[in-house]
């Protein structure tokens, strides 16, 4: 049996009357037409489904949230748009629904992340060069899978999206052909697995964990089969951390967020799935995802929602002041506690509170944030938090909402374009997308995009890590470095899994 096809649908009597139809509509418009089709299927777990499409060299997307027992996957590529510039959030909102605007969907369902759905994300600064490193991640560059899975709890939803292009007759129309016969299988998640497959199952790993730290010089060799190495030695990374201390008591800025980049390089190419399932398990409050573009995948577990919209309400995250975990259960309420009577990060955190509420206040009416944050407790840190949400309105859209919010204090800095052009002259860095929104968008205009923070770009036996700091006036640039390795580890320990070999104890 071929493991990469998905299970056998009920069959519709309208297949081929839905694809003349787009056919036909394609032909008298002259211009693309998209046919989808949504029909619930057996369910399937989405990272082997994810899995399965890179082993055959397919572009991919993945987005999970095993709290809220969510995830979508995209698999091929039925339709790309590519936006560029200033005006990319506007760009790609208007080309999505020109595409919309003629298609002829079928079986669409309620729930949301199903039936046509545009996967992708954008760079953190369009103004900023890209390097060899992003080639391929365009200032927005989103895709409609040629296939879909959706699961929410035991709920699974495959979608088939086929773009129909002008005069031209797609070959696997033409020659008579059913256009779903190449539909994609995931392989089956293992019977041990939890009820909701957990997400992979914990036996396939071997799991060692890396040292905490880096070490001073930027360069460690450590038992695991990879090495790490700074873009920006420690010295000089602090060194424009301290600079930047200077110019901020020197000017109007109030925080500027720097971000620095290591390389990881391994012995064998890293295995996506091993490191996916890895992040899921380990931040399940988190959004898990992966990007693809050629060989390199983009992925990350981060703890912070940009802005998402479901059934009309609007949902952000004020994610802003970092702290460790304690050794002890006593140890990590005292951290908590001391992160919540910080004024130095009660004032950063409120700081973004109050830049969300403002970039909400016109697309937006009932807007409502807890009057004081509480703790987000993840595996290696905890963050302070306060979710805010409004009800949006009629003429509003979701990347409005994005084109406002982006970047938040937390990532950028204030005053926020200013800030924005400090990194993008001093950082010595191309984040590329890093920091910047990533998500999706579906038909009914509902989606959640989320900031790509504890993130790296992957590609073959090379992951490129990022980590970033909130800078002010009174930061030290050595408690800056070792936070930004705290916020590193994430990914470092995601990097070291393994699936076992077959045969292997």
């Known amino acids: 049996m071929n493991p990469y096809v998905l299970a056998d649908w009920t069959t519709k009597q309208n297949i081929a009357e839905l694809v003349a139809a787009g056919l036909a509509k394609s032909q008298r418009l002259n211009r693309p037409v998209l046919v989808s089709l949504t029909e619930r299927v057996e369910w399937q777990e989405a990272t082997h489904f994810f899995a399965a499409a890179r082993e055959r060299g397919e572009e991919a997307f993945l987005w999970t949230h095993p709290d809220q027992q969510f995830a979508l996957t995209g698999v091929g590529v039925a339709y790309r748009i590519e936006t560029r510039g200033d005006s990319r959030f506007r760009d790609t909102a208007t080309a999505w629904q020109a595409l919309l605007d003629d298609a002829l969907v079928d079986g669409l369902d309620t729930l949301a992340g199903s039936g046509p759905t545009l996967v992708g994300g954008f760079g953190f600064d369009p103004l900023r060069s890209r390097s060899e490193t992003w080639q391929g ?230 807007i409502h944030a807890a009057d004081s944050p509480t703790l987000l407790k993840l595996a290696n840190v905890q963050h302070l938090y306060t979710p805010v949400s409004g009800r949006l309105r009629p003429q509003s859209t979701l990347m409005d909402l994005i084109a406002r919010l982006h970047p938040t204090p937390a990532v950028g800095g204030l005053p926020s374009q200013k800030a924005v052009g400090y990194i993008r002259d001093h950082e010595g860095l191309d984040r590329g997308w890093y920091a910047a929104p990533v998500g999706w968008l579906d038909a009914r205009k509902e989606g959640d995009f989320a900031v790509a923070l504890r993130s790296g770009l992957v590609e073959g036996n090379t992951a490129t890590l990022f980590a970033g700091c909130g800078i002010v006036a009174d930061s030290d640039p050595t408690a800056e470095l070792t936070e930004s390795e705290l916020k590193l580890q994430p990914m470092l320990k995601a990097l070291a899994e393994r699936r076992v070999e077959s045969g292997e104890r």
């Open 137 to 366: 991640f365009t200032d927005g560059s989103f895709v409609l899978p040629r296939y879909q899975l959706t699961t929410h709890r035991d709920a699974a939803l495959l979608t088939e999206n086929l773009v129909i292009g002008g005069l031209s007759v797609p070959q696997e129309i033409s020659n008579g052909g059913d256009w779903r016969v190449a539909r994609p299988r995931a392989t089956q998640a293992d019977p041990d697995s939890a009820k909701f497959r957990g997400y992979g199952a914990e036996r396939r790993y071997v799991v060692t964990i890396p040292p905490s730290s880096l070490s001073q010089n930027g360069h460690h060799q450590t038992s695991n089969p990879y090495s790490i190495e700074s873009l920006l030695s420690p010295e000089t990374w602090k060194a424009i951390v301290a600079q930047a201390t200077q110019d901020i008591k020197a000017s109007d800025y109030e925080k500027i967020v720097l971000a620095r980049g290591v390389q990881v390089t391994a012995d064998h190419a890293f295995d996506l799935y091993a490191i996916l399932n890895a992040l899921q398990q380990a931040y399940s409050r988190a959004y898990t995802f992966a990007i693809t573009r050629g060989n390199k995948t983009f992925l990350g577990a981060t703890p912070e929602r940009l802005v998402g919209v479901s059934g009309g309400i609007v949902r952000a995250t004020a994610l802003a002041g970092t702290a460790r975990r304690g050794a002890t259960p006593e140890e990590d309420a005292q951290v908590g506690a001391d992160l919540m009577a910080s004024a130095k990060n009660r004032h950063e955190h409120d700081v973004v509170v109050q830049m969300l509420r403002a970039a909400l206040s016109e697309p937006c009416v009932d």
